[in-house]
């Protein structure tokens, strides 16, 4: 598929911790209307979706309440904070993140999908 690099979307960090994941300065304004996300995987391509919705979306009663989650949003940094889905993610994965380290990844948003796109393969 082709991409084109998009200079407002590149340079976007996912850090995954023990029990949160954490999104950089680069991707905060992606979760500016944001009152839930929701995760996806795709193990064939090693990419984490996290779509981002509003309050409205939500309210609406199209997406399972189960399959949401609340994120913590400051000046410097967006949280998801879930030891149940970071415990998903490693075991999907085959992850290994020691206690208190992290492992770090290439994210960005992607327009059509409405997501943020973690790739599992871009370790760095």
């Known amino acids: 598929m082709l991409e084109f690099y998009d200079q ?13 994941i954490s999104f950089n300065t680069k991707l905060i304004r992606f979760f500016d209307d944001c009152y839930k996300v929701r995760v996806g995987i795709d193990k064939e391509v090693n990419k984490i979706y ?15 309440e189960s399959s949401l989650l609340g994120i ?5 940094y967006v949280r998801i904070s879930s030891k149940q889905l970071v415990d998903y993610i490693r ?8 206690k208190k380290e992290f492992l770090q990844f290439d994210a960005s948003y992607n327009e059509a999908k409405k997501a943020i796109i973690i790739d599992i393969g871009g370790k760095r």
């Open 91 to 98: 075991s999907n994965f085959n992850l290994d993140i020691p």
């Open 50 to 64: 996290v779509f981002i919705y509003d309050k409205d979306h939500v309210e609406g009663g199209e997406i399972p």
């Open 72 to 76: 913590q949003v400051s000046k410097s």
């Open 8 to 20: 407002n979307n590149g340079g976007g960090l996912a850090s995954i911790y023990e029990r949160h």
